[in-house]
């Protein structure tokens, strides 16, 4: 995903596998240059833990997002 194309609110998937073992949905809350901070709103039941000990929130490369349909 292109930094241009990503604005605070959007709302994108993505799958992380260094912390998360299925793909979630977020909100995004800030942009960076390669990345992006995102609020996990949708996610396997299987990452409970994980998202729990993460805040809901997660660092994501933007090679690693894509628009929620």
Same mark, same amino acid.
């Given at each position: 995903?292109?930094?241009?194309?990503? !604005? +605070?609110? *959007?709302?994108?998937?993505?799958?992380? @596998?260094?912390?998360?073992?299925?793909?979630?949905?977020?909100? #995004?809350?800030?942009?960076?240059?390669?990345?992006?901070?995102? !609020? +996990?709103? *949708?996610?396997?039941?299987?990452?409970? @833990?994980?998202?729990?000990?993460?805040?809901?929130?997660?660092? #994501?490369?933007?090679?690693?997002?894509?628009?929620?349909?």
């Amino acid at each position: 995903m292109d930094k241009e194309s990503l !604005n +605070i609110g *959007d709302v994108v998937t993505g799958k992380v @596998t260094e912390d998360m073992d299925a793909p979630f949905t977020g909100t #995004v809350e800030k942009v960076y240059e390669n990345s992006a901070l995102i !609020n +996990i709103t *949708d996610f396997d039941p299987a990452d409970k @833990t994980n998202v729990s000990e993460l805040n809901n929130k997660l660092v #994501v490369n933007l090679k690693q997002l894509t628009a929620a349909k």
